[in-house]
């Protein structure tokens, strides 16, 4: 790749479109959710013995990490989406469009991160609703932006393991 600057419609900003087909399902749900749901986990719904829809509310990060604190924590998880989105954003504008498996990585964090900014500027928590379980081993209830983010970040760290050919270089 020559040093040149690649133009926005040549750069793997034009995979920006998934991160927005992601965050409009990823609200779509949660409003679906929280309009056709009662509250907690007496309302869950059982889907499969491992598998329940729930409507619940993380005023924290990934697992309910800072959920307890008063709330300065909303600001904080905003300004680090803010920030991850920007650097992604700009990552992906050095990045050929061709490139597919790091634009879609980078693509599918940003629309979960926004998906997930959305609700804590919008409602000051994070809707989650998906509840996988073993026994009476519940994992932390997450929701689509969350799967994405994590997907995409797995994406990342695998890229980090792929024999690369730099023969083209």
Sequence with gaps: MSEQALTLKQSGVRWLWLAAVIFVAD????LVVMDNMGYGWANRIEVLPFFN?????NYG???SFLSDQAGWQRWLFTGIAFAVTAMLT??????PAQEKWNNIAYAM???GAVGNVFDRIVHGFVVDYLDFYWGT???PAFNLA??????GA???IFDGFRKKDHSAA
């Design 146 to 151: 969350d799967t994405t983010i994590c997907i």
């Design 53 to 57: 829809l729930l409507y619940v509310h």
């Design 137 to 139: 081993y519940h994992w």
């Design 109 to 111: 964090i940003i629309g």
């Design 90 to 95: 700009y990552w992906m504008s050095k990045l």
């Design 154 to 156: 797995a994406m990342i």
């Design 61 to 63: 990060a990934a697992f």
């Design 27 to 30: 609200v779509t749900i949660k």
